[in-house]
């Protein structure tokens, strides 16, 4: 294969990817990669607002975005969201990222909020958002998949679902079942409907995000926190990952390049999950 040919496998034309949570900062950063490699990008997300910063690096293509309100538990507001899609993009979907997902404060264990106080709300909160989202979303979307006869779906699972940290509990037991459902999903899309729906799931190691900076950094003086510097002690590449390091993975999972790939967790972690501490 020349390199022609290689690169001819990341053009994205006249394809169109869905990207749930896509105001989110990785979400975001994976629609300006899309929109780079060609491809018509829908940003789903359920405060949209939030992606006005991203609106000067998309002018100028060479592919197109379009912001569309839409909350993954709550699939009229996808199906509507896909009515946009069709109106604005004149085309199916072909791919699907589902990027939203996120811990809760309150489904996090601490000296003043031990385990069996943790309220059902939050639990919830978080099993919903990171689990039911998930599977709301790829039948959403997925439907058009088996009805066009191919596609491809990628999850956001965690390296949580690889190794449950400490004082996270609801947030590692839902991204495990995400893992688990994008082996699931994989077979069944393959086996049900078309070999050429493919499904996998990216398992990002520690990035700093809003949701976990709390956990990770002292508000007060931004010095890293115990339990930031034990995650950078078990991390042989010593550093958090930055959004922009789950492009490369991501671009190959939606590409021909993996087209012999499905049901597969791949980690994006620094060597985390390789690393035995010792």
Excluded at 166 to 192: C, D
Excluded at 209 to 230: I, K, M, P, Y
Excluded at 236 to 245: A, L, N, S, V
Aim: glycine share 10%.
């Amino acid at each position: 294969m020349d390199l022609k040919e290689l690169t001819k496998l990341y053009d994205f034309s006249d394809r169109t990817a869905v990207i749930t949570g896509g105001a989110g900062i990785i979400g975001g950063e994976m629609a300006c990669a899309l929109v780079g490699c060609c491809a018509n990008v829908a940003i789903l997300d359920r405060a949209p607002e939030l992606a006005d910063r991203l609106i000067d690096r998309f002018e100028g293509g060479p592919g197109k975005a379009i912001v569309v309100y839409a909350d993954v538990l709550k699939p009229d507001t996808m199906h509507k969201a896909e009515e946009v899609i069709q109106t604005e993009f004149n085309s199916s979907v072909h791919m699907l990222i589902n990027a939203a997902g996120g811990n809760n404060l309150k489904a996090t264990t601490s000296e003043e909020l031990p385990f069996f106080d943790l309220p059902e709300e939050a639990l919830r909160f978080v099993f919903d958002l990171n689990l039911l989202g998930t599977f709301l979303s790829s039948q959403v979307f997925g439907r058009g998949m088996a009805e066009l006869g191919e596609g491809v779906i990628v999850n956001l699972s965690s390296m949580n679902a690889f190794r449950p940290l400490t004082r996270i509990p609801a947030y590692s037991a839902a991204k495990s079942g995400v893992s688990n459902f994008t082996r699931w999903l994989a077979v069944h899309m393959a086996q049900e409907h078309s070999p050429r729906i493919r499904v996998n799931a990216i398992a990002p190691g520690f990035f700093l995000t809003e949701q976990n900076r709390f956990l990770l950094t002292d508000a007060d003086s931004g010095e890293l926190t115990d339990r930031g510097r034990t995650i950078l002690k078990h991390t042989p590449m010593d550093r958090f990952g930055d959004p922009e390091d789950l492009l490369g993975t991501l671009l190959w999972l939606l590409s021909p390049a993996s087209s012999f790939v499905t049901g597969v967790v791949v980690p994006v972690d620094g060597g985390f999950s390789a690393f035995s501490g010792v």
